[in-house]
């Protein structure tokens, strides 16, 4: 049974830092295309950053996030960790791990920046 539970969540200022995290379990995680998406209030669910399986790790990333986020694999663990920097008030969303080939999603974790 494939799960993805997300971390890392909270309330940040504008400019502030957040690491989010992605547990996996129930598949062999290193083959595996691996994304974030976000879903702001009354906003279509959409795609953050993904990253290739284990030898192909290329990473995409929505324009509004280049420069600023970084999607990280650690096959080790099973683990999708997407580091945050700059944040800005638009980046407000809750955030969701997804692993595209089965369509599996995680529970979601509330990201906030505020003052």
């Known amino acids: 049974q494939v799960q993805l539970e997300e971390s890392g969540g909270d309330l940040v200022q504008p400019g502030g830092s957040l690491r989010l995290s992605c547990a996996a379990s129930?598949?062999?995680?290193?083959?595996?295309?691996m994304s974030w998406y976000r879903q702001a209030p009354g906003k279509e669910r959409e795609l953050v950053a993904d990253i290739g399986p284990v030898g192909t790790p290329i990473t995409h990333y929505a324009d509004s996030v280049k420069g600023r986020f970084t999607i990280s694999r650690n096959d080790a663990k099973n683990t999708v960790d997407l580091q945050m920097n700059s944040l800005k008030f638009e980046d407000t969303a809750v955030y969701y791990c997804?692993?595209?080939?089965?369509?599996?999603w995680g529970q979601g974790t509330q990201v906030t920046v505020s003052w």
């Open positions: 997804h692993r595209p080939i089965s369509g599996s």
């Open positions: 129930g598949f062999t995680f290193n083959w595996n295309v």
